[in-house]
């Protein structure tokens, strides 16, 4: 159990039997009245984003997320399989449950699979991927000074803003989490 004038940034707690994680919090103290303690809170299971307010003597049970590494295997229609590497235990997630978080994972990469309870609410790519460009227009010589950017396909299908000087078969890296062109490999 925590109390919420013991809050900090990135705890999960159960609130009216949701999970939530603390983004921000800030302790209220006014003039007249009692403290107060003001959060922004993500649901994990949903993604939405409230704000709400408790009293510093409320109590709530914190909510233990596991992460476990995966490899990911392969996907097969609507069934995207994970393997565990510790001990080889193999799980298949339908595509509802995935998302957009595969799309700049190639196969046999690790991920994160997080869970509640046994139920997978999320997988989370490696934060920065390499990825070969296999579709681009070609840049035009001297249109550098306005740092203009094309559209591009990556191995996994993703398409990426990136400079005009990355060509078809350049090897670049991304953000998973912004899915940015960060430099070329």
């Not at 704000?51 to 069934?79: C, N, W």
């Amino acid at each position: 159990m925590i109390f919420a004038g013991d809050f900090k940034n990135g705890v999960t707690l159960e609130i009216e039997g949701n999970v939530y994680q603390i983004l921000e919090f800030q302790h209220v103290k006014p003039g007249k009245g009692a403290a107060f303690v003001r959060a922004k809170l993500k649901n994990i299971i949903n993604g939405g984003v409230v704000e709400k307010t408790f009293r510093p003597t409320e109590k709530f049970p914190l909510a233990h997320i596991d992460r476990v590494d995966m490899q990911y295997l392969y996907s097969d229609g609507d069934l995207y399989h994970f393997m565990n590497v510790e001990n080889y235990d193999q799980i298949a997630l339908n595509s509802d449950d995935i998302g957009d978080a595969l799309k700049f994972v190639k196969e046999n990469e690790m991920v994160k699979i997080c869970s509640y309870k046994g139920n997978v609410f999320a997988v989370e790519p490696p934060l920065f991927v390499e990825l070969e460009v296999t579709e681009t227009e070609p840049g035009f010589k001297g249109d550098t000074a306005t740092g203009a950017s094309k559209p591009a396909t990556v191995e996994t299908g993703a398409v990426v803003m990136v400079p005009l000087f990355v060509e078809r078969g350049t090897v670049i890296k991304i953000d998973t989490r912004t899915g940015e062109y960060l430099s070329r490999v």
